[in-house]
């Protein structure tokens, strides 16, 4: 595997000003609007953010063209999940607060690939490298593999441009291998968006499953078992030897290390602005239902 810093320093990522954030749990609007913040303070600022984080409540983010009438809003209040919707599309993903590690990085469009499969390959090189350093072999997915249900990011197709699976290398068609765990299954999805000249990437990776309360946020008549077929997670793939705590730390550790970044944390006028973009946007009914943002002063 490429070294990050080899990698980084090709993109001329190294050198510049990042910060590492090793974020504490908050809920799922915060969590959007603080992605828009971190993009507004790399272009006036100049400072570069990458991030580990989790979602408390557990969380549903909707993919940002997804209709709500997908979501099974009874399900989600019963069981205490929020939801939001993210700018970036796709499926919906059940973030649970213990089964889910997602991550961001943020930097200037001009300074990344222009190509968009070249900017998701050096944009995902740091988390390749962290399941490498936890001993899982996963890699992009080899082949592409139909869709399960669409409104579900885990279960719609997986693609090879920007989808992680393990194991790495694995046939993925019916009956291809002897063993069930040597198929290839979905282990994180990955996706970009860009902010006023500034590339945000975003990803959820599985450190556990929830297969029954991630098929039970959509309304579908999804059984839990079509999810363990097609998704796997870090503890499963390490017969869970590694704890969340070392998993979050690794992959903290590589993102870090793939742009020398330095520890940092958001500032108060950063968790201000995100609070309030959270009330007018991610956190509003006409945001997660109707993709409508709200000026501020409206309720």
């Not at 282990?187 to 000249?197: C, K, L, P, V």
């Amino acid at each position: 595997m490429t070294d990050v810093s080899d990698r980084a320093d090709d993109a001329d990522l190294a050198g510049r000003e990042w910060r590492l954030i090793r974020d504490e749990a908050r809920d799922g609007a915060i969590q959007m609007a603080l992605e828009e913040v971190a993009a507004e303070t790399a272009l006036e600022d100049g400072i570069r953010t990458v991030r580990t984080y989790s979602w408390e409540p557990s969380a549903l983010s909707l993919g940002y063209r997804q209709d709500a009438e997908t979501v099974d809003w009874d399900y989600c209040e019963r069981e205490g999940i929020d939801v939001t919707r993210r700018q970036t599309g796709g499926g919906g993903i059940y973030h649970d607060r213990d089964a889910d590690i997602s991550y961001t990085i943020v930097a200037p469009a001009d300074e990344v690939p222009g190509d968009l499969m070249e900017c998701y390959a050096l944009f995902c090189e740091p988390i390749l490298e962290a399941f490498d350093r936890l001993g899982v072999d996963a890699d992009f997915a080899a082949s592409e593999q139909e869709a399960i249900y669409q409104p579900s990011c885990y279960l719609r197709d997986i693609h090879p441009a920007h989808d992680i699976v393990a194991p790495a290398g694995g046939d993925s068609s019916a009956g291809a291998a002897d063993e069930v765990d040597a198929v290839p299954k979905k282990i994180s999805g990955n996706a970009q968006y860009r902010q006023r000249d500034v590339v945000i990437q975003h990803g959820s990776i599985s450190f556990a499953l929830e297969p029954e309360r991630h098929v039970g946020t959509f309304d579908a008549d999804l059984e839990p078992a079509t999810f363990r077929d097609r998704v796997t997670s870090i503890s499963e793939q390490t017969g869970g030897e590694i704890t969340r705590e070392e998993a979050v730390a690794t992959i903290g550790d590589a993102l870090g290390d793939w742009c020398d970044a330095d520890a940092g944390e958001w500032r108060d006028g950063e968790l201000e602005a995100a609070r309030d973009l959270a009330d007018r946007k991610y956190g509003s009914d006409a945001w997660v239902r109707n993709r409508e943002v709200l000026e501020a002063g409206e309720q």
